[in-house]
DNA sequence: TACGGTACTGTAAACGTTTACACTATTCTA
DNA sequence: TAGAATAGTGTAAACGTTTACAGTACCGTA
């Protein structure tokens, strides 16, 4: 608990603290003899840095924020997960807060790690406000927006580009003989969801082929919602070939209730998700199965298209 | 950039900064008009206080340091996000690491944890070695552990009650008709796989079945090492009715593996993992029927039993 | 010998807070 | 009315670093 200081090694090795922090910085200014001599005391004493105060000094943490707006989702935890590795390599720690779907506690952790002094903030933003109000928040430490999940364009923003992907993933669907395709979404005005429907409109209108559109009254894209839209659909009668999903929770809820109505996938319909597609075989092409799962953990090869996916990938 | 301080607002407020300090940690040594003052000075001028300042005078941060293996598995990650959330509601944020199931990573971001001054320290131990060379580490900072991942016993843990989760699992299928319950294990001397394990046996011995163990090779429960195990499996004869996995992702690549042999879960064989079960109609019992995903949302409720269940739950 | 340069080390201020202590003004008590 | 108690505010030190600047000692050169 009594952490040892700079002060208390240069006590020890009889030298004044700036020579000791000189020796730790690498600084040129100092005999190779004394360094030795400093280090391997610090070592000995135990000594650890305190990065407070010399964030203090210095006017920058080496910490990132991140806001997202649940772990419970593959993409967002595995986003940051390999985020924290790529940050911690480059001398950076994260910070992680949720914003749990909630537009204000997203403002509110915002600044939270605005006094925390991180030194940048990444950020899924939720909410299909515009960015605007949260310009007087951004403009506090440099933000880059994950996703296009808004009205409005911010300034700073890394997204897979979803018109395009979803047209590829309808025109792959076409491409097996897929006449009559589902577009199943959430209720969602935000900019990425009306993208995503505008690539698969887009593309059935090339395509001369007629679009299905079914949109649920919820606005998240949660399994949940998947689900009830799924058991919905599937107890009518209903002639599609194939079902495209705006989101992977959505598919998921889709799977389970296709399980429970007995429909299997892709046997007996295709299911278009983001890493994968479950694919029925075309009415008149040969048998074309995909595993639900690949086995070599690459989940990122192979041909899987879907809304997500990053164009040319 | 240049952020306003409490220099800053005190020049302004014609105060000195101890008072605008003492007017925003409300202590009551201070006129209620003043305070008024101040906290709407502070409001117009956009003062944010500066935490590192703060944390270094008062000798803690509130900030909380979190060591996972992988933030890919879901377990891991919804605990991550609900810990994030319980912290922050506390008033401690949460610096998160990976220790990429690498042991001496783990021993490198504790230290580096341990220099950021983080108030604790949370993590998920990987290795299979003592905790005891852990122990100069754990000794600078509060440290609690999750799950018995190690041979030994830390001072303090947080830890699912294995054994008797097993043992539960396995009285469950019993309960159900099966009587050839095929034990799926990686080949792992950690504590956890062994109280598992030894869970599985001592039931299997006290119902007067006999146990059959399947153990990997390999070392890492992973979905890849269940997709390979249950692809040998499934390949050859098998004579079980239910299969117990010791661990999540293993069940996970089971079903994959199964999925892929045309083996139907619950429909052909039964599976139990940590959320669910799914089964199998028991060989001289009415059909019983579980979903491969609740619709509810609620997985902790229901009768799931498997290897993490707590007790009681 | 005196001077300048080099190589190293020490001194002290700064970063933005908190807080013990000192101080002043006001009110209360005797 | 003097003195003490009280309420409010200011002063300054401290937290553990970094770093500009000021030394000091030694060496080489003129």
Redesign the pocket.
């Known amino acids: 608990m009594?952490?040892?200081?700079?002060?208390?090694?240069?006590k020890v090795a009889?030298?004044?603290?700036?020579?000791?922090?000189?020796?730790?910085?690498g600084?040129?200014?100092?005999?190779?003899?004394?360094?030795r001599r400093i280090l391997k005391l610090c070592k000995e004493m135990g000594?650890?840095?305190?990065?407070?105060?010399?964030s203090?000094?210095?006017?920058y943490t080496n910490v990132l924020g991140l806001i997202v707006p649940s772990l419970n989702n593959p993409f967002m935890s595995e986003l940051t997960g390999h985020l924290e590795i790529y940050a911690r390599n480059r001398g950076y720690t994260l910070m992680v807060c949720n914003s749990s779907y909630d537009y204000d506690l997203q403002k509110e952790v915002f600044s939270l790690l605005v006094s925390r002094q991180v030194d940048g903030i990444i950020m899924i933003p939720v909410g299909h406000e515009s960015y605007e109000p949260l310009n007087v928040l951004t403009s506090q430490v440099p933000t880059v927006f994950i996703s296009e999940n808004m009205k409005d364009y911010p300034e700073n923003y890394v997204s897979v580009n979803n018109h395009r992907g979803m047209q590829i993933a309808t025109e792959y669907l076409y491409s097996l003989g897929h006449r009559d395709i589902l577009y199943f979404g959430a209720r969602s005005d935000s900019k990425t969801h009306q993208l995503r429907l505008d690539g698969y409109l887009s593309s059935c209108e090339k395509l001369s082929i007629e679009p299905h559109v079914l949109r649920s009254s919820y606005t998240r894209s949660s399994r949940e919602v998947g689900y009830a839209m799924g058991g919905e659909y599937f107890s009518r009668p209903h002639q599609e070939t194939a079902i495209l999903c705006a989101a992977d929770m959505l598919a998921i809820g889709v799977m389970q209730a296709a399980f429970e109505a007995g429909i299997r996938i892709p046997k007996d319909i295709s299911l278009g998700l983001r890493q994968h597609l479950l694919l029925r075989p075309a009415p008149d092409r040969p048998h074309h199965r995909e595993p639900a799962l690949p086995a070599d953990g690459h989940r990122r090869g192979g041909h899987a298209v879907g809304a997500d996916q990053k164009p040319g990938s």
Not at 27 to 35: A, D, G, H, Y
């Open positions: 009594p952490s040892v200081t700079l002060k208390d090694v240069a009889g030298v004044s603290y700036a020579t000791v922090s000189r020796a730790l910085s600084s040129p200014e100092i005999s190779e003899e004394t360094r000594y650890t840095p305190n990065s407070v105060a010399r203090m000094v210095k006017r």
